[in-house]
């Protein structure tokens, strides 16, 4: 886990905690930091973890700023592509969501300066976490992996992957932000080699490009929108099968944002009422329970 382009007093104090647990840290301006380990919430002091937000390490604007830039390599230009979105993804896959003053031109929106918050979301490769569920995606079909935010839909679709890597499916991965493959030099850090992947490019392009160049069986895309399902639809009524997550608290939620008679034969609800990835249940077509 590479977080160098924090301040050393940061990561002194994310040493003394358990690296496979640490799933979040919140940085915002002159508040405590909160850590998320385990699905649960902390401050973070010199010594760990604690309850209390009293001598919590604290980030000024200008620290914020700093660690930002480091995370670019100190070229803010070069990653602004991304920042404008709202996040930047660095090696790893660790993503930093990014708050602060937006400017924009014309409705384009075109920097966020005065960095008022940063928040570091860390991956993790938990092997077999989706394998419960394998059963009832036989014979392949289409799944939406449902969940709120911060409660394993990445990490349950990564697991998917290497779940059907060994099948020798042919597999696209849109990976979007990067965060699901971890890309560095064209290759997967986290060993996704059996696989066909679009780092940073937009779900309508990998749609439309990747079923026509790269003839895949199973098409892998996290963090979809109602916007997006024109193509997942036409994707797989032309014979792909697609793998998505999407935000929501449950398929009753999310089939309101995206109507009932889609296309997914298989939904996945997972929370983090027993720690992250809870599996809270698998439901059919018609949204019950099996």
Same mark, same amino acid.
């Given at each position: 886990?590479?977080l160098?382009?924090?301040?050393?007093?940061?990561?002194?104090a994310?040493?003394?905690?358990?690296?496979d647990?640490? /799933?979040?840290i919140?940085?915002?301006?002159?508040?405590?930091?909160?850590?998320?380990?385990?699905?649960?919430?902390?401050?973070?002091?010199?010594s760990?973890?604690?309850?209390?937000?009293?001598?919590a390490?604290?980030?000024?604007?200008?620290?914020?700023?700093r660690?930002?830039?480091?995370?670019?390599?100190?070229?803010?230009?070069?990653?602004?592509?991304?920042?404008?979105?709202?996040?930047?993804?660095?090696?790893?896959?660790?993503r930093?969501?990014?708050?602060?003053? $937006?400017?924009?031109?014309?409705?384009?929106?075109?920097?966020?300066?005065?960095?008022?918050?940063?928040?570091i979301?860390?991956p993790?490769?938990?092997?077999?976490?989706?394998?419960?569920?394998?059963?009832?995606?036989?014979?392949?079909?289409?799944?939406?992996?449902?969940?709120?935010?911060?409660?394993?839909?990445?990490?349950?679709l990564?697991?998917?992957?290497?779940?059907?890597?060994e099948k020798?499916?042919?597999i696209?991965?849109?990976?979007?932000?990067?965060?699901i493959s971890?890309?560095?030099?064209?290759?997967?850090?986290?060993?996704?080699?059996?696989?066909?992947?679009? $780092?940073?490019?937009?779900?309508?392009?990998?749609?439309?490009?990747?079923?026509?160049?790269?003839s895949?069986?199973?098409?892998?895309?996290?963090?979809?929108?109602?916007?997006?399902?024109g193509y997942?639809?036409?994707?797989?009524?032309?014979?792909?099968n697609?793998?998505?997550?999407?935000h929501?608290r449950? $398929?009753?939620?999310?089939t309101?944002?995206i109507?009932? /008679?889609?296309?997914?034969?298989?939904?996945?609800?997972?929370?983090?009422?027993?720690? $992250?990835?809870?599996?809270?249940?698998?439901?059919?077509?018609?949204?019950?329970k099996?």
């Open positions: 886990m590479n160098r382009f924090l301040p050393q007093e940061w990561l002194t994310l040493g003394k905690i358990e690296a647990k640490l /799933n979040e919140r940085l915002r301006a002159n508040q405590p930091t909160v850590v998320c380990v385990g699905g649960k919430k902390f401050y973070l002091n010199e760990g973890i604690c309850l209390s937000s009293d001598n390490l604290t980030a000024t604007n200008q620290v914020l700023e660690i930002l830039l480091a995370a670019c390599q100190k070229s803010i230009y070069a990653y602004n592509f991304q920042i404008v979105q709202g996040y930047l993804s660095v090696e790893g896959g660790i930093i969501g990014v708050c602060g003053n $937006v400017t924009s031109e014309n409705g384009k929106i075109l920097a966020i300066k005065e960095i008022s918050a940063l928040n979301r860390i993790h490769v938990i092997k077999d976490c989706s394998k419960a569920v394998l059963k009832h995606l036989k014979p392949l079909c289409n799944l939406l992996v449902v969940s709120p935010p911060g409660c394993g839909k990445t990490t349950f990564r697991d998917l992957i290497f779940q059907h890597m020798r499916v042919n696209l991965l849109c990976d979007e932000r990067n965060e971890a890309s560095v030099g064209g290759a997967s850090t986290f060993g996704l080699s059996d696989c066909d992947i679009y $780092v940073y490019g937009e779900k309508s392009y990998v749609f439309e490009a990747g079923i026509r160049s790269m895949p069986e199973l098409i892998i895309c996290d963090e979809i929108l109602p916007s997006d399902m997942i639809t036409a994707a797989a009524q032309s014979g792909v697609v793998f998505a997550s999407m929501g449950d $398929v009753i939620e999310v309101q944002k109507g009932s /008679n889609t296309v997914f034969d298989r939904y996945v609800v997972l929370s983090n009422r027993s720690g $992250v990835g809870t599996l809270e249940g698998v439901f059919d077509k018609d949204l019950k099996i």
